[in-house]
């Protein structure tokens, strides 16, 4: 009897194991199409010998010795590396491609076509320097010009802010799936204490949540004994164990007065270096790709504005003034004009000198008188109380006197009805932009592109064209025009029309280096993905195979018990 008790157990050990195997092969093939999902494999293995007779051994069957889950934890961790670049360069190279729409350089419609008809409205100008039509044309064009590169830097700012609420948004997702992972820890350790391998699906959860968190931010896990895995931001922990330290965004003014948010740590407040994955990307787009784009716009229109105006301030219109109110004022007016930042200038006054030049009635010229401009001579720098003492120092007539208004800017007039003013040059190479960089007689004002325009207080009779307020004369018209090609002092020597193509050139080269790093980044991605499949990925065939495997194991152990039935039953009759 000890004989046939032991063959029922085979037979019942063996359709238990095939029970359980068939389940396992089920819930492989049920999961095939679940993403986060390692299939599992049931490890089978004889059980021990037992003496059948004198001296002669046989197996008692089989059993399940472990139900794997397949993974391979480093390979899941290259993938995570692996989506991480492709996620930051994914979002560069979306961020560049809404810069190059808003430049619209592959059109005619663009800024490159805005400022070459700005230049070629002043050649004009310069053949037809009394046609009030083109003198018409010239301020339209100006103000074609300010308004695109207004809107221009709009959008730019305007994609700035967008990638700035988005980086919001995914830092919140990261704090969001950082706290679910160590919810998990918590699970995953209470499962398995004292049954290790028993919450594959907890697990799982968890992976899924480790490749969520991977696409937003560069992270590096070590898992524990316990089965806990911590995560880690660079050297810094973000997950330990059951506890998450948890992310959050501050926002703080960047140079430029803009509100922009970088990425904390909840508990102490430290800042989180990233190197990879989608907020990376959001960041670098934003603070390097977007705000270079803004910087350079900026700089760009600050040497249009300057160039052009240090032309403009020295040339004379159809008419003279009878008073002139400088745009530009200065916070101490016994400040240095070269000290920008204690004048609040927008660029350093140049040492040199100008004329004001002074009309009778009848248009003759009265008198010219030149002003001089001291910077960086004998260490004292012309101020704006010292410049307004030389101007009326040099018309004690008084037909001449310059002030100082409320708000610190520069105010001349005449004293007489029966006179008018203009500013010349005696030297274009000795001549000082302190009245451009006050905004006196200029075409433009502002001094960058978030604020340029033609000068509101400019119109048609007060255009610049010439050097010597001739009417057929159409000197200033020309340089101007000629400033597309020129080579500008503020831009250290590259034209303005290089510069802007060579800008636009640089944003070309950065988006296509984004997509081929993107591109390439997301075939090796791919690539992992493939053989993380092959690893962990659910294969139906080999799965029906394994349930047929198993059906018959069941069948033929079903069959076996039978026999064995039988045979009892025949031992039984004959005790009887």
């Not at 068939?22 to 999902?37: C, D, K």
């Not at 959050?248 to 990425?263: A, M, Q």
């Not at 004379?316 to 400040?335: E, K, R, Y």
């Not at 048609?460 to 020309?478: F, K, R, V």
């Amino acid at each position: 009897m000890p004989l046939i008790n032991g063959a029922l157990q085979i037979g019942r050990n063996a359709i238990l194991t095939a029970q359980a195997a068939l389940q396992v092969a089920g819930n492989n093939m049920a999961n095939a199409a679940t993403p986060s999902f390692s299939r599992q494999r049931v490890q089978l293995t004889p059980t021990q010998l037992s003496e059948v007779v004198p001296g002669k051994f046989s197996g008692t069957g089989v059993r399940i010795l472990d139900i794997r889950r397949m993974v391979d934890d480093a390979l899941n961790g290259r993938i995570r590396t692996a989506q991480s670049e492709t996620s930051s360069f994914e979002v560069q190279q979306q961020a560049l491609v809404r810069a190059e729409a808003t430049f619209n350089e592959l059109t005619d419609v663009d800024l490159s076509s805005r400022l070459s008809q700005f230049f070629a409205s002043w050649e004009r100008l310069q053949t037809e320097p009394s046609n009030s039509t083109i003198r018409s044309n010239v301020l339209t064009e100006g103000g074609s010009l300010a308004n695109y590169i207004r809107e221009t830097r709009d959008d730019l700012f305007s994609i700035q802010k967008d990638l700035d609420a988005q980086v919001r948004f995914h830092v919140g997702e990261a704090d969001r799936l950082a706290f679910q992972i160590a919810e998990l820890n918590s699970q995953v350790v209470t499962s398995e204490s004292g049954r290790p391998g028993s919450s594959a699906a907890l697990r799982d959860q968890r992976d899924e949540l480790l490749k969520e968190l991977s696409t937003l931010m560069s992270i590096t896990t070590q898992e524990t004994d316990a089965g806990a895995v911590n995560v880690y931001l660079g050297n810094l922990p973000l997950v330990e164990n059951a506890r998450s330290r948890g992310l959050k965004f501050e926002e703080e003014v960047d140079g430029n007065g803009t509100l922009l948010s970088r990425v904390l740590f909840k508990d102490n407040d430290g800042e989180i270096e990233l190197t990879s994955g989608k907020i990376h990307g959001l960041l670098v787009s934003r603070d390097q790709h977007i705000e270079g784009l803004l910087v350079d716009l900026d700089e760009w229109a600050s040497s249009l504005i300057l160039e052009v105006n240090q032309l403009h301030a020295l040339g004379q219109g159809q008419q003279g003034f009878a008073a002139v109110t400088s745009l530009n004022n200065v916070i101490d007016p016994d400040a240095s004009l070269a000290d920008t930042a204690v004048s609040n200038l927008s660029w350093p006054v140049t040492n040199g000198v100008f004329n004001i030049n002074t009309f009778n009635a009848d248009g003759s010229i009265k008198e010219t008188q030149q002003i001089n401009v001291r910077i960086g001579i004998d260490g004292n720098d012309t101020t704006l109380n010292s410049l307004i003492a030389e101007i009326n120092s040099k018309f004690p007539s008084g037909d001449i006197t310059a002030s100082l208004d409320g708000a610190n800017h520069l105010h001349i007039t005449t004293n007489s009805s029966a006179v008018t003013f203009n500013f010349s040059a005696p030297d274009p190479s000795s001549a000082t932009n302190v009245l451009a960089v006050l905004g006196v007689n200029t075409y433009w004002q502002g001094d960058i592109a978030k604020n340029i325009e033609v000068s509101g207080v400019l119109d048609e009779a007060h255009l610049a064209a010439s050097s010597d307020g001739q009417p057929t004369s159409g000197d200033i018209a020309g340089i101007i025009a000629g400033l597309a090609n020129t080579g500008a002092a503020s831009l250290n020597g590259t034209s303005l029309a290089d510069h802007f193509t060579n800008m636009i050139g640089r944003l070309g080269t950065d988006s296509r280096s984004a997509q081929d790093n993107f591109i390439a980044s997301d075939v090796v991605v791919k690539m992992l993905e493939a053989e993380r499949q092959s690893v962990s990925g659910v294969s139906m065939d080999e799965e029906a195979v394994n349930l047929i495997t198993f059906q018959r194991m069941m069948q033929g152990s079903s069959r076996f018990i039978s026999i064995i039935d039988q045979l009892m039953d025949d031992v039984i009759a004959l005790a009887r």
